[in-house]
């Protein structure tokens, strides 16, 4: 085993449980440290770089995966992720459990906890997610919900770091709605001192109260955040330029309004001109073409939008192994997976 996977296995060890608790969760990326984020996107790289070690790192472990959102990357990535590491993933659509209505969610999480090592969820509810950590003795993770994204913010940031050479300093902008994945991009950046900048209309800006804990998480990394309306403020000399689609799963009703609101935030290769002249272009797809992006900025030479849909999957294989992964002491204080 390499000297660099030794290094990151202490600081796999470090989301493992916290004194006096008996398990972690993975809700918000506000939940973890500066220390633990970078050592999440290590291990992330090593597992992409490295990933025979890893072939049986979860065997004999099982996880839940409990989707009320249809899914391509999220569901692919994790159950071929468990694959990988000699795990397994069982997949629940909604109609297998109906949370809340066929069956009480606290009653759901007691009895998946007693048969498996860890819960996925991709939900609509955010109260959801933290009823079953309450509820669940194994750990919980957020395959996404309406408030956060973040595995996604992960991949997404270990993408950057990829396209750039690292992330502190770095300007990223983000055009377009307000929501769970801005909200998971703000905690990452804020994180990680990654300049963060988005531009939406008025009436659609962020949450205030995750971007207030941004703000507080900014203050040791000398990230900066920054809500404005002109996506050409936003862009003006960024690294990257982020865009997801205007109306998110469960606004099909608003769909018609929000296309002629978000209009001119549109990401096409004007603005991405105002960006630095090596700029990338992430979305988190599925996108939307024609609409918030067009087919000339998503399919050319500055998207890295497929790096990021399989930077998906080694993120997920480093959420689950920092979780569920088994962790050994070795002579010399070091841990080894």
Not at 1 to 21: E, F, I, K, N, V
Not at 145 to 153: I, M, Y
Not at 158 to 185: F, I, M, P, S
Not at 248 to 275: D, I
Request: with cysteine; proline share 4%.
């Amino acid at each position: 085993m390499s000297h660099a996977l030794q290094d990151l296995s202490l600081r796999l060890w470090s989301l493992q449980p916290r004194s006096g608790s008996t398990k972690r969760d993975f809700l918000s990326l506000h939940d973890l440290s500066n220390w633990e984020l970078e050592g999440l996107l290590d291990l992330a790289r090593e597992l992409k770089s490295f990933p025979a070690p890893f072939h049986r790192a979860l065997e004999g472990k099982t996880v839940a995966m409990i989707f009320e959102k249809p899914s391509l990357r999220t569901r692919v990535t994790f159950e071929v992720g468990m694959a990988q590491m000699g795990g397994h993933a069982i997949y629940l659509s909604p109609s297998d459990i109906s949370l809340g209505k066929r069956e009480a969610v606290k009653d759901v999480a007691r009895n998946l906890a007693r048969w498996v090592d860890a819960i996925v969820i991709r939900t609509f509810a955010h109260s959801i997610l933290t009823e079953m950590a309450h509820e669940a003795h194994v750990p919980i993770v957020n395959a996404l919900s309406d408030l956060l994204h973040p595995c996604q913010a992960v991949a997404d940031m270990l993408t950057l770091r990829e396209a750039k050479g690292q992330l502190r300093g770095a300007r990223l902008a983000y055009v377009g709605d307000g929501n769970n994945v801005a909200h998971a991009l703000a905690q990452a950046a804020a994180r990680l001192g990654v300049h963060f900048t988005i531009a939406c209309p008025r009436g659609y800006e962020p949450d205030a109260t995750v971007f207030r804990e941004a703000y507080a998480d900014a203050e040791s990394t000398g990230a900066s955040l920054l809500v404005v309306q002109d996506p050409a403020e936003a862009v003006l000399d960024a690294d990257a330029v982020y865009t997801d689609v205007w109306a998110s799963m469960g606004q099909e009703a608003e769909a018609e309004k929000r296309r002629k609101t978000f209009a001119p935030y549109q990401v096409n290769s004007r603005l991405m001109a105002v960006a630095k002249p090596d700029a990338v272009f992430l979305h988190c797809l599925p996108a939307h073409r024609g609409e918030e992006v067009t087919d000339e900025v998503l399919d050319g030479s500055q998207s890295v939008v497929l790096e990021q849909a399989e930077n998906r999957l080694h993120v997920a294989k480093a959420v689950l192994l920092a979780l569920v992964g088994e962790v050994k002491q070795v002579p010399g204080g070091r841990t080894l997976q």
